[in-house]
């Protein structure tokens, strides 16, 4: 299939389930505002269906759905140029999803690190069919809106590749070139931000220990106390890059540092070159609090107002069932369903 013959077109987005956290900004968030304002058409969706693969309390999820779309605002993704909608107001994805389950292989889903990791030392059998098909409503989400590239962090680029796999074998299945080949775009010095109590473990809102993670919600005092407790080894900061070999810790603060600043790790461990973290850390939490700040108090304005998101969604949400409907009408069409209600 030519990838020329679909228009440009960025797919995200970011489940409701506990604090979004600095990983998601400098993982993916930040990156969005940038594909937004490269002028590229943009999706992006607080997927609140995935958020219920396994039970949440009712109220709790209402309330995570609207801090995720306060983030996405706060952040600068704008209602006039993005379209921000919640998933399930968009019933395409759901229905599309099932159509990729017949396609899919049951195979491809056990094989998925994700599943495997939530269900490590548990009865995987116990787990919600949910869990496990996920990746294919993930793939919806995507072809949906013919998506050509979505903004994703290291740990998410194997769902990308099941993606063109569902959308590879749906075209062979009907000799058709329906649905793109999508690409995942991973780019950044920390698109994998660790966790701050172990540079071995991605940085994650469901980590047990809050001091592991910068909530986008923490107060300035939070996230410095949490930046200087956060593990290092007793060694200096080394006086080139290749000297942080083997020291996670050291490695995840200098990369920190270096996406908030905007700059490489290699410029960042030249400033820093022999200096102790006792420097080195107030100065991140300084700049941490600077940039992020802002983001806290603008998301806490949104969040006072919760009508106002509630609209904001419904309106995205038309906008984006406006270019799903025709695109889900067609894909029954190829497999010989009858869509027509009249």
């Known amino acids: 299939m030519a990838e020329a013959s679909f228009a440009p077109r960025v797919f995200s987005g970011i489940q409701p389930s506990g604090n979004l956290t600095l990983g998601n900004y400098l993982g993916a968030l930040r990156r969005w505002v940038e594909m937004q304002?490269?002028?590229?058409?943009?999706?992006?969706?607080?997927?609140?269906?995935?958020?219920?693969?396994?039970?949440?309390?009712?109220?709790?999820?209402?309330?995570?759905?609207?801090?995720?779309?306060?983030?996405?605002?706060?952040?600068g993704l704008d209602p006039a140029r993005s379209i921000l909608f919640n998933q399930s107001q968009v019933s395409g994805h759901a229905e599309l999803a099932w159509m990729f389950n017949c396609?899919?292989?049951?195979?491809?889903?056990?094989?998925?690190?994700?599943?495997?990791?939530?269900?490590?030392?548990?009865?995987?059998?116990?787990?919600?069919?949910?869990?496990?098909?996920?990746?294919?409503?993930?793939?919806?989400?995507?072809?949906?809106?013919?998506?050509?590239?979505?903004?994703?962090?290291?740990?998410?680029?194997?769902?990308?590749?099941?993606?063109?796999?569902?959308?590879?074998?749906?075209n062979h299945d009907y000799g058709v070139d329906f649905f793109p080949m999508t690409e995942p775009v991973i780019e950044g010095v920390a698109t994998k931000v660790m966790s701050l109590r172990d540079g071995n473990k991605k940085m994650s809102k469901s980590d047990p220990s809050d001091m592991s993670r910068i909530n986008l919600t923490d107060d300035a005092d939070a996230i410095a106390a949490k930046i200087r407790k956060?593990?290092?080894d007793p060694e200096p900061l080394p006086e080139t890059v290749e000297g942080l070999a083997g020291r996670a810790e050291a490695t995840n603060l200098v990369n920190i540092y270096a996406a908030l600043a905007g700059?490489?790790?290699?410029?960042?461990?030249?400033?820093?070159?022999?200096?102790?973290?006792?420097?080195?850390?107030?100065?991140?939490?300084?700049?941490?609090?600077?940039h992020l700040g802002p983001i806290t108090g603008q998301m806490q304005r949104y969040m006072a107002d919760p009508a106002e998101i509630d609209r904001?969604?419904?309106?995205?949400?038309?906008?984006?069932?406006?270019?799903?409907?025709?695109?889900?009408?067609?894909?029954?069409?190829?497999?010989?369903?009858?869509?027509?209600?009249?």
């Not at 490590?120 to 998506?147: F, T, V």
């Not at 973290?277 to 609090?289: C, E, N, R």
């Open 263 to 290: 700059t490489s790790a290699e410029a960042v461990v030249t400033e820093y070159a022999g200096q102790p973290f006792s420097v080195f850390k107030p100065a991140l939490a300084d700049l941490a609090v600077a």
């Open 103 to 170: 396609v899919a292989r049951i195979g491809w889903m056990y094989r998925m690190t994700q599943f495997k990791d939530k269900t490590a030392g548990k009865n995987a059998e116990n787990s919600s069919l949910g869990l496990l098909a996920y990746p294919s409503l993930m793939a919806a989400d995507i072809l949906l809106y013919h998506a050509t590239h979505v903004p994703v962090g290291e740990d998410q680029k194997q769902h990308i590749e099941l993606t063109r796999d569902i959308a590879a074998k749906f």
């Open 230 to 232: 956060a593990r290092t």
């Open 37 to 75: 304002d490269e002028g590229i058409p943009t999706v992006y969706c607080v997927v609140d269906l995935h958020a219920i693969t396994v039970w949440q309390d009712p109220e709790k999820l209402r309330n995570a759905i609207r801090e995720v779309a306060s983030a996405f605002l706060a952040i």
């Open 312 to 342: 904001i969604l419904g309106a995205g949400a038309e906008k984006a069932a406006a270019i799903a409907d025709p695109i889900l009408a067609r894909t029954k069409e190829i497999i010989g369903l009858i869509s027509s209600r009249g």
